[in-house]
């Protein structure tokens, strides 16, 4: 089914997810089969950051929240992540203002401090002019790991009861969603993998407690509008029990 037919039913609101995250993967198996660098298939990749980030706009989905580099992708060579990081600025600094039109609310999760401070500034000029728009979320995990989330979060906690502001017997899921990255986006509904692993990669390991989970083969710069219209139309055929009957 396409964005197109998708959207022409008028069904998909009822049962459309609020938040999709994405694990982008496939860029380099995508430049391996045409006999290109690791670095085309990044630049390919962006594009279809853009489809899909357009697509989940035209869609109504409240939130998506993309995997782009991940604590773990430190240990690539360096002139790879070299290249994410140029392509990440220059993501930033073409996109930015449609984002501003679009009313888009720009968040990262992960610490990003540690990039280089000229992209460190240009993401936080990016956060800043984004800050006052009240439309759809575009959360982007940079040198993020889920379980360096709960870690982080437990130390809070720990901290807390050490101090006297908190009992040990008030730690329960609220307040560790409360200390969590995610804690204002709306809760994950939809994680999607591209280019057929099936593993989360330490990517929203809390989040994903309850989400429905789905796989496909489509390597991530080949997937676009009618691939995220697709999963949207998969999720709403699934019944979601929470562990009821």
Known sequence: MSEAQLL???????????????????????????????????????????????????????????????SENWRRPEDEIGALMGLLRLFIRSD?????????????????????????????????RTAPNTGPILAIALNYGAQDELVTAARRLAQRVRDGAMAVEAIDAEAIEAEL???ELPPLDLMIRTSGEQRLSNFL???????????????????????????????????????GL
């Not at 999963?231 to 055929?237: D, E, K, L, R, T």
Request: net charge neutral.
């Open 8 to 70: 022409a039913t008028g069904q998909p609101e009822l049962s459309l997810p609020r938040h999709v995250a994405i694990i982008m993967d496939g860029n380099g198996r995508w430049a391996k089969q045409r006999h290109l660098p690791r670095a085309a298939g990044h630049r390919a990749g962006v594009e279809a950051v853009r489809r899909v980030t357009r697509a989940a706009r035209s869609l109504g989905i409240e939130a998506l929240t993309l995997y782009a580099f991940s």
């Open 96 to 128: 930015l203002a449609e984002m501003v039109r679009d009313d888009v609310r720009l968040r990262i999760i992960g610490d990003y401090s540690r990039f280089a401070p000229d992209l460190v500034a240009l993401l936080d000029d990016a956060l800043a």
């Open 181 to 183: 990255e995610t804690r």
């Open 205 to 243: 390991l809390w989040q994903a407690a309850y989400a429905e989970l789905l796989f496909v083969d489509t390597l991530w710069p080949d997937y676009g509008a009618d691939d995220l219209a697709a999963a949207v139309a998969a999720f709403g055929q699934r019944q979601r029990r929470y562990g």
